[in-house]
């Protein structure tokens, strides 16, 4: 018998400090609009332990909120006291705050040092004005000017007020996050006792960032969430390009500038789901030349005017927001993705393990192709209820 001091010479010859894993990734969304408990998307996570190495994990719950689903929910960690007084101070002259409490917890044996976690609903004021910080080079906003002053309240909050960090700001959704292993986290926070239509969940394996409870996934900006598995080399270039459109990133991870990028993307510039896609995983040159017309146009304008926010390595992400699951990876799919089908309801997650964990009953199992988003959206009078793996020209041309 090899003996365990043994074992850990032999896969670890090197006695490195850091164990090499990756991320993992779930998301389920029940197109019928039913709601139910976080305890499926803990569950899943807890399948995807050995993903992780338990310096982060996190969740995204859609509708948990419906008794005060007209009122923006801001959830916020602090440093202390101090910090919560500062935050109430600026929330007080910017927005009426119409509740406010501490995020429920309870205590789990590996959940450490948590920072002060504080939550608010509150109302933006009609008579509201957007700050003048976003630079003259973004030109003017697309989107409902509500919108934009709650991106700059977010930014402001992250850069200005120390000991102070939004991780989500949307009406009737909110993020859940920390260091330890996801089922910890979902655990602490006691996600069992909220129920919701959509949940995204994340356990994070840092690579090249230092863990820390704002760094772990979901990443948000207004009801957009992000969990991702893998690393982008190209996070400096996307960053500058971000800036010039007034994103700012201040949490030390390449995740947040995916948010920004879909946020850009997708609500400022109006593009649909597989152009979004062709910006983030684009298809090599070659692909776009073999395009007919006016398709091989309409790619290539993609390409050079977003140049700068093509994700550079290895990715896969589950992108959400209200009504919406997105699942998308890299063009030669450098990290897992599988989707399934169920009833009503849509998953997405980085092994099949997790979803049949949850769903033993499921109907339809296929593997993405790389650069090919999945989407799954509410079923409403102009939305078929379903899955659809978008219709892109560009896979009839590989």
């Known amino acids: 018998m090899v003996r365990p001091e043994e074992l850990e010479k032999l896969v670890n010859p090197y006695g490195d400090d ?46 948990i909120y419906p008794e005060l689903a007209d009122r923006y929910a801001l959830h916020v960690m602090l440093e202390d006291k101090a910090s919560r007084d500062r935050l109430d101070e600026y929330l007080r002259r910017e927005v009426h705050v119409r509740h406010q409490e501490e995020i429920p917890t ?21 008579d509201f004005e957007i700050p003048q910080q976003r630079p003259a080079t973004a030109g003017p906003a697309t989107t409902a000017p509500v919108e934009e002053y709650l991106v700059q309240l977010v930014m402001h909050i992250n850069r200005e007020l120390p000991g102070a960090y939004v991780f989500s700001c949307a009406r009737n959704l909110g993020v859940f996050k ?25 356990g994070r394996f840092p690579t090249n960032t230092q863990a820390w ?16 598995n893998g690393e982008i080399s190209s996070y400096g270039t996307n960053r500058r390009f971000l800036e010039m459109y007034g994103y700012y990133c201040t949490l030390h991870t390449d995740t947040e500038v995916i ?7 997708m609500r400022r510039h109006r593009l649909a789901v597989e152009e979004a896609a062709a910006v983030l995983a684009a298809p090599l040159w ?15 304008a993609l ?73 799954a959206r509410l079923a409403g009078p102009a939305v078929e209820a379903g899955t659809e793996v978008t219709a892109s020209p560009v896979a009839a041309a590989v």
Do not use: Q
Request: proline share 6%; with cysteine; charged share 25%.
């Open 18 to 63: 850091k164990e090499i894993s990756a991320c993992g990734l779930f998301g389920v969304i029940d197109t019928s609009g039913k709601r139910f408990s976080g305890r499926v998307v803990i569950d899943a996570m807890a399948n995807l332990h050995d993903r992780g190495n338990g310096l982060g994990g996190g969740f995204a719950g859609y509708g």
């Open 106 to 126: 309870r205590r789990v044996r590996g959940i450490t040092n948590p920072p002060l976690l504080w939550r608010y609903f509150f109302d933006v004021p009609e």
């Open 178 to 202: 920390g260091v330890g292993y996801p089922e910890e986290i979902g655990e602490f926070f006691r996600l069992d006792e909220y129920d919701g239509y959509l949940w995204t969940g994340h």
């Open 213 to 228: 409870w704002g760094g772990a996934h979901p990443f948000s900006l207004l009801d957009w969430t992000v969990v991702h």
């Open 259 to 265: 948010t920004y990028a879909v946020d850009l993307l």
């Open 286 to 300: 070659s692909v776009i030349d073999r395009l007919p017309e006016p398709e091989k146009s309409r790619y290539t």
């Open 303 to 375: 390409r050079r005017v977003y140049a700068p926010l093509l994700l550079n390595g290895p990715f896969t992400v589950i992108i959400a927001r209200t009504g919406e699951m997105i699942g998308l990876g890299d063009r030669i799919r450098l990290r897992p993705l599988v989707a399934a089908k169920a009833g009503s309801r849509v998953y997405v997650s980085s092994e099949e393990a997790a979803i049949r964990l949850v769903e033993p009953l499921v109907e339809h199992v296929w593997i993405p192709r790389g650069g090919e988003p999945v989407v």
